[in-house]
């Protein structure tokens, strides 16, 4: 390897903000929001990644109730459908990052309006759920 290519791999990694334990508002994403991309953690792991490239580690931060494995189920089905891209550094590191592609980016307005819509709709959104709960979940389904 040559020397310049040598330093490259030297150099420390440029300093990142780390996320917000609490970026999440109780609000949104929420289980109250009707449209979801993915599973449960899908459109919280694309808002971890809107400032830049991440690691496993820095994930789990804001995302608390989140188990390794079901972390990793979401980004293996994220970076399965093109949202989502994994970046392993060569040895002797061997860093894994998670980055957005530009498919990925591109959900973060959607996400925006979603979120936004459940504000508007909040009270709604909770008096349907807990009419939904009191009435059980076979309540208007045709057989």
Same mark, same amino acid.
């Given at each position: ?16 903000? $780390? *996320? ?8 949104? $994403?929420?289980?109250? @929001? $009707? ?16 400032? &830049? ?10 995302? $608390? ?5 079901? *972390? %990793? ?8 459908? &093109?949202?989502? @891209? ?19 980016? &591109?959900?973060?307005?959607? *996400? ?18 807990? %009419? ?12």
């Amino acid at each position: 390897m040559r020397e310049a290519e040598r330093e490259r791999e030297r150099e420390p990694e440029p300093e990142r903000e $780390p *996320l917000d334990p609490e970026m999440f508002d109780p609000v949104c $994403p929420s289980p109250l @929001v $009707p449209f979801r991309i993915g599973d449960k953690w899908a459109s919280m792991i694309l808002r971890c990644l809107e400032g &830049g490239p991440r690691r496993f580690s820095e994930l789990k931060v804001p995302l $608390p109730g989140i188990t390794s494995k079901s *972390l %990793t189920q979401s980004l293996r089905a994220l970076e399965r459908d &093109g949202f989502v @891209v994994r970046t392993q550094q060569a040895p002797p590191e061997r860093r894994v990052e998670y980055a957005l592609t530009p498919l990925g980016r &591109g959900l973060l307005g959607p *996400l925006d309006a979603a979120c936004d819509w459940t504000r508007e709709h909040w009270d709604e959104l909770i008096d349907a759920r807990e %009419t939904g709960l009191a009435v059980g979940p076979s309540a208007g389904v045709d057989r």
